[in-house]
């Protein structure tokens, strides 16, 4: 250890010739973080004397040292090896000699420095393609998993405390009011604005309520109640399964014949399916307030003849298909979010993972649920 209050003397060393030997002498402090002698020093000078055959050192004026020194040492005695110069280490700490030898034992790769891993592009696209392919198969093996667990709940048998579901209701619902209310509202204003500065050219500035009502039911308002969940609730549920994983709490469950699908993962996601159509009926009304808040500042419209309007304009259709959609996205949110805790890794860093793959799984999947919805309305003529 250092002396307090004194500043080491920097590493340095000391060569002696001899008429055979070398004497290296090792002087000051040792430390990477400090300016240290490379090894070319006594290489350089035992490649310039063709004489010297003997390698020593003396460190009886070294003071401190960490692993610098130790490849100082290292790199010198691979020089002799291959040389067939003898060494004496003697005059080395004996914990020193030790470190050195441990790192001896077991010698480096050859050309592993230099190596650089390089995949070739069509092994990358493989790779991500077997990926993806894994990723399919195991939403599809915990999805079937998941049709059995409501399947033993149908029947009455599924094992699970109601407080986890009332707090997952909580959790899922009224927490995630606050949020849905800003963001719907500011949609709503954002529909109306931009619907208000086309329709001003053509005198319809009315029709501002029929854009917002029927976009809000029937796509926005469950659009975006479902991005808001992915990352909110998708992201929680991926980070509590997976810390629930990494602390073998999972494991511990099965190990007393308790099913993780009933226990933990039936709760959220009954939770996220009831409170879906709830916070996307929430936020289709807030929306419409957005919209109406427009119109009535900067348009004009008085509110009797905008809620009129919107009244007129709006049927059971859009406003159960929005519903509809929220439920969906419901269940696929929690399911993304159950299934990334429960492939987490056994490390703290793999929690973080977790929950950033359950977002942008999340997120995936209902953008392509939502293709396939107008797809699907379209055909059906709804």
């Known amino acids: 250890m250092e002396a307090t209050g004194n500043t080491p003397e920097q590493g340095k060393v000391i060569l002696q010739r001899g008429d055979a030997t070398l004497v290296v002498q090792l002087a000051g402090a040792w430390h990477l973080q400090q300016d240290i002698p490379p090894a ?12 010297a055959k003997r390698l020593t050192y003396d460190a009886s004026r070294l003071t401190n040292w960490d692993s610098g020194l130790i490849s100082f040492i290292v790199q010198t005695s691979a020089f002799c090896r291959g040389h067939g110069i ?16 441990l790192a ?48 033993n709940f149908a029947r009455g048998k599924a094992r699970f405390r109601r407080i986890d579901f009332l707090e997952a209701i909580q959790e899922c619902g009224a927490n995630a009011v606050g949020i849905v209310t800003l963001i719907s509202f500011l949609v709503g204003v954002i529909l109306a604005f931009m619907g208000a500065v086309q329709l001003q050219q053509f005198g319809a500035a009315i029709y501002v309520a029929d854009l917002v009502g029927i976009g809000m039911t029937r796509e926005m308002g469950a659009m ?22 990494v602390t073998q709490e999972v494991d511990a469950f099965t190990t007393m014949g308790i099913s993780p699908m009933e226990f933990l993962v039936l709760p959220r996601f009954l939770a996220l399916l009831m409170m879906m159509p709830l916070l996307c009926l929430y936020a289709d009304l807030v929306g419409i307030l957005g919209g109406a808040f427009v119109g009535i500042v900067m348009l004009g419209l008085s509110p009797i003849s905008y809620f009129r309007e919107t009244f007129s304009t709006l049927t059971l259709i859009d406003l159960f298909g929005g519903v509809f959609k929220a439920t969906v996205y419901g269940g696929l949110i929690a399911l993304a979010g159950c299934l990334r805790g ?37 055909v059906l003529g709804i």
């Open 104 to 151: 001896e034992a077991v010698p480096e790769k050859k050309g592993a420095r230099s190596q650089t891993a390089k995949v070739p592009f069509f092994a990358r696209v493989g790779n991500a393609s077997i990926g993806y392919g894994t990723s399919v198969g195991e939403f599809m093996d915990f999805l079937g998993q998941m049709a059995i667990t409501l399947l």
């Open 342 to 378: 429960f492939k987490c890794g056994n490390s703290s860093s793999a929690v973080g993972d977790a929950a950033t793959q359950a977002v942008v799984m999340s997120i995936v999947m209902v953008v392509v649920a939502c293709g396939l919805f107008a797809v699907i309305f379209n």
């Open 86 to 101: 003898d060494q004496d280490r003697a005059g080395l700490p004996e914990g020193l000699r030790r470190l050195v030898e």
């Open 224 to 245: 975006m109640t479902a991005i808001i969940m992915s990352g909110r609730t998708g992201a929680a549920f991926a980070a509590k399964l997976g810390t629930m994983k």
């Open 40 to 51: 070319s020093l006594v290489i350089g000078e035992l490649e310039a004397s063709a004489a």
